[in-house]
């Protein structure tokens, strides 16, 4: 178990604390593409690490994301007009570019330089493959946007969705760094395929490796006589988790996988966006089924006020909690913790490995920025932003020596960029 002190840590992401201080160094989800599909189109609200902030597409088809308060007087820009490359206060008139630069105060009078000595509060954007992602740091310390493999797929073999979790970041994150769940939380009476291999062991051996993205996380179960079902996830540094989720292809390695993102809205709230990507095919609607059970507002149709739609005869002939789908078991499983668990009261055990190693290494990262350190996974150099290796598996191999099947799994940006012969 954590301390009160380190929970707090590890929690808090407001300004000013150490996990915001840290979580401001890196490029974090904040909203989708399409609640901004237009240029000149509507802005939309924006809460990430308890900042109050409005995003809009402008004339030229570029993302602003701004201090939802007009510097003016503080009347909300949600309510102001998207027009000719700017957003303007419908209180009176104030008009700021996407970098916050004060274009007009047709208040003043004429002939006025007010308005160069104001700047607004304003975010560096980057869209990529449905996402909007943001950085939330000091100007000065901006860095690359990570290359992972999904960066560089054609947008039409990716989907991506998006809903609110009612409780704190790290409780849904340490759901998807938690291998031995899927053997209850996510088990289905008609036994097959994986079902099989989750059931059958439901006490994974666990390891964990830190690298320089985040932790990679290792559980193998025994599977038949001299084999072994290998399941690799990773943590990517701020608050992001790389699932085996898909279908494998010809090889039967996984056409693609899932990155599943707990951007903080405040200390009780975060977005989890579910990012997937396939390697060699479009995508279908049939990859995107989580729509189905997220409503316009980006909540969740099932949730704690019906009771996640849970039927009690379900629990008993169909699967483990009575609950329709993955989502509503997580989101069940994480919220019904409460807003913001006291992990001081937890009682851990071996199959909560790999949520302490993650917990360690965000606290080794905090610890490291209050010293000076660089943080983990920073991308400064264009020769040393791709991260190939952040991969994911889901294979039944012959022993236990996952390493030696997966040897293109590496742990640093410089093993990658190595000839294999030098490794």
Same mark, same amino acid.
């Given at each position: 178990?954590?301390?009160?002190?380190?929970?707090?840590?590890?929690?808090?992401?407001?300004?000013?604390?150490?996990?915001?201080?840290?979580?401001?160094?890196?490029?974090?989800?904040?909203?989708?593409?399409?609640?901004?599909?237009?240029?000149?189109?509507?802005?939309?609200?924006?809460?990430?690490?308890?900042?109050?902030?409005?995003?809009?597409?402008?004339?030229?088809?570029?993302?602003?994301?701004?201090?939802?308060?007009?510097?003016?007087?503080?009347?909300?820009?949600?309510?102001?007009?998207?027009?000719?490359?700017?957003?303007?206060?419908?209180?009176?008139?104030?008009?700021?570019?996407?970098?916050?630069?004060?274009?007009?105060?047709?208040?003043?009078?004429?002939?006025?330089?007010?308005?160069?000595?104001?700047?607004?509060?304003?975010?560096?954007?980057?869209?990529?493959?449905?996402?909007?992602?943001?950085?939330?740091?000091?100007?000065?310390?901006?860095?690359?946007?990570?290359?992972?493999?999904?960066?560089?797929?054609?947008?039409?073999?990716?989907?991506?969705?998006?809903?609110?979790?009612?409780?704190?970041?790290?409780?849904?994150?340490?759901?998807?760094?938690?291998?031995?769940?899927?053997?209850?939380?996510?088990?289905?009476?008609?036994?097959?395929?994986?079902?099989?291999?989750?059931?059958?062991?439901?006490?994974?051996?666990?390891?964990?490796?830190?690298?320089?993205?985040?932790?990679? &996380?290792?559980?193998?179960?025994?599977?038949?006589?001299?084999?072994?079902?290998?399941?690799?996830?990773?943590?990517?540094?701020?608050?992001?988790?790389?699932?085996?989720?898909?279908?494998?292809?010809?090889?039967?390695?996984?056409?693609?996988?899932?990155?599943?993102?707990?951007?903080?809205?405040?200390?009780?709230?975060?977005?989890?966006?579910?990012?997937?990507?396939?390697?060699?095919?479009?995508?279908?609607?049939? /990859?995107?089924?989580?729509?189905?059970?997220?409503?316009? /507002?980006?909540?969740?149709?099932?949730?704690?006020?019906?009771?996640?739609?849970?039927?009690?005869?379900?629990?008993?002939?169909?699967?483990?909690?009575?609950?329709?789908?993955?989502?509503?078991?997580?989101?069940?499983?994480?919220?019904?913790?409460?807003?913001?668990?006291?992990?001081?009261?937890?009682?851990?055990?071996?199959?909560?490995?790999?949520?302490?190693?993650?917990?360690?290494?965000?606290? /080794?990262?905090?610890?490291?920025?209050?010293?000076?350190?660089?943080?983990?996974?920073?991308?400064?150099?264009?020769?040393?932003?791709?991260?190939?290796?952040?991969?994911?598996?889901?294979?039944?191999?012959?022993?236990?020596?996952?390493?030696?099947?997966?040897?293109?799994?590496?742990?640093?940006?410089?093993?990658? &960029?190595?000839?294999?012969?030098?490794?």
């Amino acid at each position: 178990m954590l301390s009160r002190r380190e929970n707090e840590l590890i929690t808090r992401t407001g300004q000013g604390t150490p996990l915001g201080d840290l979580m401001r160094r890196y490029w974090v989800p904040a909203l989708l593409s399409e609640e901004i599909p237009e240029r000149d189109g509507p802005p939309v609200q924006v809460r990430i690490l308890g900042e109050e902030l409005v995003a809009f597409r402008d004339s030229d088809g570029r993302i602003g994301l701004l201090d939802e308060h007009c510097s003016h007087r503080g009347t909300s820009l949600f309510y102001g007009r998207n027009e000719e490359c700017g957003l303007r206060c419908i209180y009176h008139g104030w008009k700021y570019n996407i970098a916050g630069k004060v274009l007009e105060t047709p208040a003043e009078p004429t002939g006025s330089t007010f308005h160069e000595r104001v700047q607004h509060p304003a975010y560096p954007t980057h869209e990529v493959n449905g996402i909007v992602f943001a950085y939330l740091g000091a100007r000065d310390e901006i860095p690359l946007f990570p290359e992972y493999e999904w960066t560089a797929v054609d947008r039409k073999q990716t989907y991506v969705t998006k809903c609110l979790q009612d409780c704190n970041y790290l409780q849904g994150l340490e759901g998807e760094c938690d291998s031995s769940h899927l053997s209850f939380l996510h088990r289905t009476f008609a036994i097959d395929g994986e079902q099989t291999l989750y059931q059958a062991d439901t006490s994974p051996a666990y390891e964990s490796e830190d690298c320089d993205f985040g932790v990679r &996380l290792i559980a193998t179960r025994n599977a038949a006589p001299g084999q072994s079902y290998v399941r690799v996830s990773s943590f990517l540094m701020p608050v992001g988790v790389a699932v085996p989720v898909g279908q494998p292809d010809s090889t039967g390695r996984l056409d693609g996988y899932e990155v599943h993102f707990y951007t903080p809205v405040d200390d009780t709230h975060s977005w989890r966006f579910d990012f997937g990507f396939r390697r060699s095919r479009a995508v279908t609607e049939r /990859d995107v089924h989580r729509r189905l059970i997220i409503d316009a /507002d980006h909540r969740r149709i099932p949730n704690a006020g019906n009771h996640y739609l849970q039927d009690r005869e379900k629990q008993r002939t169909t699967n483990f909690t009575g609950m329709e789908d993955f989502l509503s078991h997580d989101s069940c499983a994480t919220e019904s913790m409460g807003p913001l668990f006291d992990r001081s009261r937890e009682h851990l055990g071996a199959s909560d490995k790999g949520v302490i190693a993650v917990r360690r290494y965000l606290l /080794d990262a905090i610890k490291g920025l209050q010293e000076g350190r660089e943080p983990p996974g920073i991308a400064t150099d264009p020769a040393r932003k791709a991260f190939p290796h952040a991969d994911c598996i889901r294979e039944v191999i012959d022993g236990r020596d996952w390493r030696a099947s997966f040897p293109h799994l590496v742990r640093s940006v410089d093993d990658a &960029l190595a000839p294999a012969g030098s490794r």
